[in-house]
């Protein structure tokens, strides 16, 4: 199994000043993350597009081509691109060019966005909403399939034998969807043969599952070979208790914060505590506890890669870059024994 980490770049009040954190010093340490990620082995890294005041990122593919000359070996995507508000082209040439700056470690990661503040920055209807995606879902798949096309659609110009560069040094160019709870997402990705990441935030992981069958059965329906992964939060220390105790109020922070958007009721220390036991959404415990709950999820899921936001709300940097290390000291080499012991025996 593959395991990286996820970010939204947060930006929220430091708990270590008191002060809300400076766009450039989110960077700065985002940057470190990345980096520390490379260093310890880790897989992936991806760096989610927001447009909203509480996440410093809208520009992932910016921020993946710095950290791109400060790594070695670990897999860069965003996580996600809001295709549905974007220009398609546009995203092909800014990952073609990261695969370039990288030397093939790009990946893109494609959803529809759980905010919406991007459809109206750039002029789109949000009543247009799905079929936004599809349509230039299926014009970036056509954009790495050749140098030169010719393709009409709502949203955007034609494009008539026009060629679009730089190409990439992968071919094809990753290409990997996120959903989050939408069985039509799922089919679509599994019919199109793309790998696919099910976010899990919240709820009972275990009433997921039938969302992986069902991807893995629309793969085997058109010829397909399914790639799995697991999106979910979590944080790491030496000690559970410490691990707890550092992410709740961060947790905390932002979850109120966008649940007062939504309509969710404020997090309890309770709530949040279900949620990181076995059967919970979140990872947050000491190694041999995210060690474990991974290979739980595991035997529900059969993934291939797992990815783990640590860093929900602005948690104090030290200790972000220790849960790091061990993620990709600790964690990784021990479910990555297992499951391929696992794997084998099936």
Do not use: N
């Not at 069985?183 to 009433?207: F, K, N, T």
């Amino acid at each position: 199994m593959e395991i990286g980490i996820y970010s939204f770049g947060d930006r929220t009040v430091d708990p270590e000043t008191g002060q809300l954190i400076s766009p450039a010093e989110r960077i700065r340490r985002l940057l470190e993350e990345i980096e520390l990620a490379d260093q310890v082995g880790l897989d992936v890294f991806g760096v989610g597009e927001h447009h909203r005041p509480d996440y410093v990122v809208s520009a992932p593919a910016v921020v993946l081509a710095a950290a791109a000359a400060r790594t070695r070996h670990i897999r860069l995507t965003s996580a996600v691109t809001v295709l549905s508000s974007d220009d398609p082209v546009r995203v092909f040439q800014q990952f073609a060019t990261l695969d370039l700056i990288s030397q093939g470690r790009a990946e893109v990661m494609v959803g529809r966005g759980s905010f919406v503040e991007s459809f109206p920055l750039f002029g789109y209807d949000l009543d247009d909403y799905d079929a936004l995606f599809e349509e230039k879902l299926d014009l970036l798949l056509k954009l790495r399939e050749s140098e030169r096309i010719t393709w009409s659609g709502r949203f955007r110009p034609p494009l008539r034998d026009q060629g679009v560069y730089p190409r990439p040094l992968q071919d094809p160019l990753p290409v990997w969807v996120a959903v989050g709870g939408t069985p039509q997402s799922v089919v679509r990705a599994g019919a199109l043969g793309l790998p696919m990441i099910l976010g899990i935030i919240g709820g009972l992981p275990e009433r997921f599952v039938p969302l992986a069958e069902l991807y893995r059965e629309a793969c085997r329906q058109t010829g397909h070979t399914p790639r799995l992964g697991i999106a979910s939060h979590g944080f790491l220390a030496d000690d559970s208790q410490e691990a707890a105790d550092t992410a709740f109020p961060a947790f905390k922070q932002q979850m109120d914060r966008i649940g007062r958007e939504r309509g969710w009721p404020p997090l309890t220390r309770s709530q949040f505590e279900a949620a990181r036991s076995l059967r919970g959404a979140d990872f947050v415990g000491s190694p041999a506890q995210v060690v474990e709950k991974i290979l739980f999820q595991y035997e529900l899921f059969g993934h291939e890669r797992f990815l783990l936001q640590l860093t929900v709300g602005t948690l104090p940097h030290r200790q972000v870059l220790r849960a790091i290390e061990l993620l990709g000291t600790q964690v990784a080499p021990a479910v990555r024994r297992e499951t391929t012991g696992r794997a084998e025996q099936r």
